[in-house]
């Protein structure tokens, strides 16, 4: 007499395929929504004069925006919007305290007076 296999399927473990099938689905949702965001913030702030968006304008993650602004101070700039609770930074503290960084102004195909302005 042979004996078959029966697996039983805990709460757990049910719950935990429903769960990942929702955050699938919730996870493409929340992609489309912050690709809409982002692109509605670059749009934004490319309205501004001296304003220049690095990196490709299509092909990013679609929770990232990345700007410089030509003739503005980075420090200050970043300060500014963190008074308004808004999240910057800037590449100038990488340029100005570690020599080794340098490169990565001139890998990013930027002039280090834009660099500053990052």
Request: hydrophobic share 35%; net charge positive; proline share 3%.
């Amino acid at each position: 007499m042979g004996s078959a296999r029966v697996q039983k399927m805990s709460p757990e473990s049910s719950g935990l395929g429903g769960a990942a099938e929702l955050a699938k689905k919730r996870m493409k949702e929340g992609t489309r929504y912050l690709r809409k965001l982002r692109d509605k913030l670059i749009g934004s702030v490319l309205r501004l004069e001296e304003s220049n968006l690095n990196g490709h304008p299509e092909n990013r993650l679609p929770n990232n925006a990345h700007f410089r602004f030509s003739g503005v101070e980075g420090k200050l700039f970043v300060l500014l919007l963190d008074k308004k609770g808004i999240a910057a930074s800037y590449l100038q503290f990488l340029l100005a305290r570690r020599s080794r960084y340098k490169g990565l102004a001139r890998n990013l195909l930027i002039r280090s007076k834009d660099a500053i302005q990052s």
